[in-house]
């Protein structure tokens, strides 16, 4: 199973990026999927999650500024993340609760993909 994510970068305090964490493997279906980020020096830290029934929570810092769906079609999840500040500025990470067709069920973590926020 791998998880890959995109769409990171450098933006303005104030802008908007849409994060994107597709899921590819011989899985049966994914459960939970959602971000964490990590900035420097701080421990790796809840961004949001969405179950497969689309029920979604998020960080305390995060609520009323980032947006997390999902496509279960496509196996991918999405963070949009509006009003960005300097703090946002982190590692994010997509986690996947995958299940396999032998019932066996494990957690994924994508590669990271970098987030700055900066003028």
């Known amino acids: 199973v791998q998880l890959v994510e995109s769409g990171g970068g450098l933006v303005q305090p104030g802008g908007s990026l849409r994060l994107s964490c597709a899921a590819s493997g011989r899985l049966f279906s994914i459960n939970d999927m959602g971000w964490y980020r990590q900035a420097p020096g701080k421990e790796r830290e809840l961004v949001a999650t969405?179950?497969?029934?689309?029920?979604?929570n998020y960080g305390d810092s995060m609520k009323g500024r980032f947006t997390i769906s999902r496509d279960n079609g496509k196996k991918t999840v999405y963070l949009q993340m509006d009003n960005l500040k300097p703090e946002d500025t982190a590692i994010y990470y997509c986690?996947?609760?995958?299940?396999?067709?032998?019932?066996?069920?494990?957690?994924?973590w994508g590669q990271g993909t970098q987030v700055t926020v900066s003028s």
């Open positions: 969405i179950t497969n029934g689309k029920t979604k």
């Open positions: 986690k996947a609760d995958v299940v396999f067709a032998w019932g066996r069920e494990s957690s994924y």
